[in-house]
T-cell receptor, first 110, second 121 residues
């Protein structure tokens, strides 16, 4: 079974701080995605990374795919209260079903 | 329009009730999905429909019965549920579901609805 472990599980920070969320697996993924889910909503796709070593930027968010395509990270610069939510990495398993990581719950206080 | 609409938003039902969850999309997507999300957990796949045919059933108990009447609609019929079935049920759609195709995930973004929060008493 392919698993995606995220760390940390919970993160509470002040507005303006930087943070990094990690997504790790012992399996190779052809691509990984990052989603954000707010309370009472479904997950919303932020980015898809496909190539090992790839770095993608989305405003204050920087996503990296590990060289071996087994891990990924999400770095947020100068976090804002609007960044609060559940961050989920996800990948297609060996039968092409989408599996989600264990999740990181981020709270940014003003 | 990238909207997936789920109804109802909230549902409370007894263990002997029969109810249905509905999901609708008008993006021309030919793949639709049901996920179950327990509190403080990630979503878990339940069913995948591809071109209105059931493609994947993740060993879901028969008290959950999916139905895809047409390419825009996906239902989940519920009967004799247990309290442990209480969860957020999420519907998603994507352009296609083509297992085995290269970079399938990267080419087929899944759009999620807001979910139905189900409580079984």
């Amino acid at each position: 079974t392919q698993l995606l472990e995220q760390s940390p599980q919970f993160l509470s920070i002040q507005e303006g701080e930087n943070l990094t969320v990690y997504c790790n697996s012992s399996s190779v993924f052809s691509s990984l995605q990052w989603y954000r889910q707010e309370p009472g909503e479904g997950p919303v796709l932020l980015v898809t990374v496909v190539t090992g070593g790839e770095v993608k930027k989305l405003k204050r968010l920087t996503f990296q795919f590990g060289d071996a395509r087994k891990d990924s990270s999400l770095h947020i610069t100068a976090a804002q209260p609007g960044d609060t939510g559940l961050y989920l990495c996800a990948g297609a398993d060996n039968t092409d079903k989408l599996i989600f990581g264990t999740g990181t719950r981020l709270q940014v206080f003003p | 329009d990238t909207e997936v609409t789920q109804t109802p938003k909230h549902l409370v039902m007894g263990m002997t009730n029969k109810k249905s969850l509905k999901c609708e999309q008008h993006m021309g997507h030919r793949a639709m999905y049901w996920y179950k999300q327990k509190a403080k957990k990630p979503p878990e796949l339940m069913f995948v429909y591809s071109y209105e045919k059931l493609s994947i059933n993740e060993s879901v108990p028969s008290r959950f019965s999916p139905e895809c009447p047409n390419s825009s609609l996906l239902n989940l019929h519920l009967h004799a549920l247990q309290p442990e079935d209480s969860a957020l049920y999420l519907c998603a759609s994507s352009q296609e579901f083509i297992p085995g195709s290269l970079s399938w995930l990267a080419k087929n973004i899944q759009y999620f609805g807001a979910g139905t929060r189900l409580s079984v008493l």
